[in-house]
């Protein structure tokens, strides 16, 4: 079949779009281009799709555009309004321990400030130099954790989470300001990753425990209309058990 000039191009035009849509969705050549970059796109999921162009993610110009579906959202867990601070803590928990398919990276940093900082324990910064660099300001900071999520959140990585010691309100410190606008909590912390198993047919993976102590500083720009969010994570190690720490996990799923 024969194109006059003018179709030509266009056609050209389109395919060339559809390839820069594809490649949004970090899709190479040598990959399968199953999905496209779409407004709820998951950034997290799919990292090349933050920079794809408006118009190429909608442009109905595009012949191509809906036989192709848009790369998934991810799936929203049911969290609690983090309009007090305690309910980050509740947030936290309800994401690590939901079933593998329905962990959300994103919810899980929509917990955090955008100057969010992690400081391991002193014997973890010996332990695990190639992970926390002390000569840098911050040794562990907003996009170190956003990598932690994504890997200790992947089904494929962990098949479980067991809280079997968390925040409880009626036991545990916690230090308001005098502006009613940050707040300190202090708790003992016990919890269970089970890894997925990496054979077929295996019932269950490696268990790492991991026990210790935590302070976090949770902060609201407003008392009138509250939304509270992590702004440092401070982690101290049960050096009577040998279990993990929080340090020494983000230090296991970084590599």
């Not at 910064?125 to 002390?134: A, F, S, V």
Request: a negative charge.
């Amino acid at each position: 079949m024969l194109f006059s000039r003018p179709v030509l191009n266009v056609l050209l035009g389109a395919i060339g779009l559809l390839a820069a849509t594809l490649n949004g969705c970090g899709l190479g050549d040598s990959d399968q281009a199953d999905c496209r970059c779409g407004p709820e796109t998951s950034t997290l999921l799919f990292p090349h799709c933050a920079s794809a162009i408006a118009g190429e993610q909608t442009d109905s110009a595009n012949p191509f555009a809906t036989q192709t579906p848009e790369c998934p959202s991810g799936q929203q867990l049911f969290l609690l309004e983090r309009t007090r601070p305690e309910y980050v803590l509740n947030n936290l928990r309800t994401i690590f321990t939901a079933q593998p398919e329905s962990r959300n990276p994103e919810q899980y940093m929509e917990q955090l400030t955008e100057s969010f900082s992690f400081v391991p324990d002193e014997e973890d910064l010996q332990r695990h130099p190639e992970i926390y660099d002390t000569a840098k300001d911050t040794v562990w900071g907003v996009a170190q954790e956003r990598d932690f999520a994504r890997a200790i959140l992947d089904p494929e990585r962990t098949q479980s989470v067991r809280f079997i010691r968390w925040f409880q309100s009626s036991f545990d410190e916690r230090i308001p300001s005098a502006d009613q606008l940050s707040e300190t909590f202090i708790f003992p912390y016990e919890i269970e990753f089970t890894e997925t198993p990496s054979e077929e047919g295996a019932s269950a993976g490696n268990v790492i425990a991991i026990k210790g102590y935590m302070e976090i500083d949770l902060s609201t720009p407003t008392a009138e209309n509250p939304v509270w969010n992590i702004d440092q994570w401070r982690d101290i190690r049960d050096r009577a058990s040998a279990k993990f720490s929080w340090g020494e996990l983000r230090a296991l799923f970084s590599r």
